[in-house]
């Protein structure tokens, strides 16, 4: 929905905002590819025109939604010649596309709960009008504008899965009991935990930080960067040393802390690589 609010035609806002509010549309964003990720300008999927509309070609993997959903934005190349400034955002509404199909619903390692597919475009027809802001090559900038958003969300995700893994690990420790004493007895639980809740407050502090700059129209993408790589960094050490606290049961998936563990590890790869998001940050040195 942000890139039709920020980028779309009045008329784009009016055909598609109020049918993705009320769910009729279940939207994703189609960027990633088998032969290109963090690196969006490596697409190779194609909107050529025909007519009064396009013929879009390729394969997308990887994409949030993409067993349900109905409205694909589709990162696409218009101009394959200018590079960044040949791509752009255009949608594909899937109900009767025909030469639209969608692939398997990958097997993760963890978050379980969201569909991740891949999805093919044969030779699939779309209106000339469904050009996000309706004008070609503006897609790449339009992506980069609205992935700040989009790595704050992970890092919001990554500080409240955390906290969620502290307020298991507390519960387990208080409870369970070895050498005759409690877990959260010893002193090297007391400390482990220590240093977990101190790192998760000023990972909170700061992705809040990153929120009122965000709601001021103030987040840069080095900003956002930073708050994406260092929080699903943090999330991923302070998981993996509560997941220690619990044991074996840490390692059993009707514990919260197995499937905290699992989920996490997406989080340092999607929205962009944290190898990715230090390259960002060191271009502003």
Known sequence: MPYIWHYGTEEQKQRWLPRLQSGELVGAIAMTEPGAGSDLQGVKTTAVKSGNGYVVNGSKTFITNGQLANFIIVVAKTDPSEGAKGTSLIVVE????????????????????????????????????????????????????????????????????????????????????????????????????????????????????????????????????????????IQGETIDEMLQLHGGYGYMNEYAIAQLYKDARVQRIYGGTNEIMKLLIARTL
């Open 94 to 233: 899937t109900d009767g596309a025909e030469g639209f199909e969608r692939g398997r619903n990958l097997h993760k390692i963890g978050m379980e709960a969201n569909d991740t597919s891949e999805l093919f475009f044969n030779e699939v027809k779309v209106p000339g009008d469904n050009i996000i802001g309706g004008t070609e090559g503006q897609g790449f900038v339009q992506l980069m504008q609205q992935l700040p958003q989009e790595r704050l969300n992970i890092a919001v995700q990554g500080v409240a899965a955390a906290e969620r893994g502290l307020e298991a690990t507390l519960a387990y420790v208080k409870e369970r009991k070895a050498f005759g004493k409690r877990i959260l007895d010893f002193q090297n639980t007391q400390f482990k935990l220590a240093e977990v809740k101190t790192k998760l407050t000023v990972a909170k502090v700061f992705v809040d930080h990153c929120i009122g700059l965000h709601l001021k129209g103030q987040l840069d993408a080095a900003t956002a960067s930073m708050a994406k790589y260092w929080v699903t960094d």
